[in-house]
């Protein structure tokens, strides 16, 4: 059970946010709509843990500090302007950058997309289940975090290519 319809979630917030940033396509949609329901379950802007909450944030439960490299080492070279112009678009003016991947869905999709168009791997297929959670894994969850590559999550990469 998820807090959003995967299927609304994936067309009305995803797909048209990708597009925006010109970085979408059905592998990407697919790969960011399973990475927001393994990581959140569309349901907890606030990373749980015990004791109380972590510091991710958002759908995609990105960390502030990987919010602000993108920001810092990304988005400030000169050759991507108009990449930095379109995610610039989809801010708010009423909240820091940061404080806005709780609510701000599209920039919140936008910011996760980033950070798996700076890895090294291509994008798997957008009907491989099993491929984009392995890369989740590897480039956006990583040896650090908790998340496994199971049949748990694969379902979930599977749940968000049906959607």
């Not at 009907?127 to 998340?147: E, I, P, V």
Request: aromatic share 8%; net charge neutral.
């Amino acid at each position: 059970m998820t807090g959003l319809c995967v299927a609304q979630f994936k067309r009305a917030i995803v797909s048209p946010a990708l597009a925006h940033i010109g970085l979408d396509g059905d592998a990407a949609v697919n790969l960011l709509t399973g990475t927001a329901l393994v990581e959140s379950g569309l349901t907890y802007v606030a990373q749980v843990v015990a004791g109380g909450t972590g510091p991710a944030r958002g759908l995609w439960q990105m960390e502030p500090f990987t919010h602000d490299d993108i920001w810092t080492t990304f988005l400030s070279d000169a050759r991507l302007a108009s990449l930095r112009g379109a995610v610039l678009d989809l801010l708010s003016r009423w909240q820091s950058r940061v404080a806005q991947l709780p609510g701000n869905l599209p920039y919140a999709c936008a910011m996760a997309r980033l950070k798996y168009y700076r890895a090294p791997e291509v994008l798997p297929a957008a009907d491989d289940a099993a491929g984009q959670c392995r890369y989740w894994k590897s480039n956006y969850n990583t040896s650090l975090g908790a998340g496994t590559a199971d049949s748990t999550h694969i379902a979930l990469f599977q749940q968000a290519i049906e959607a």
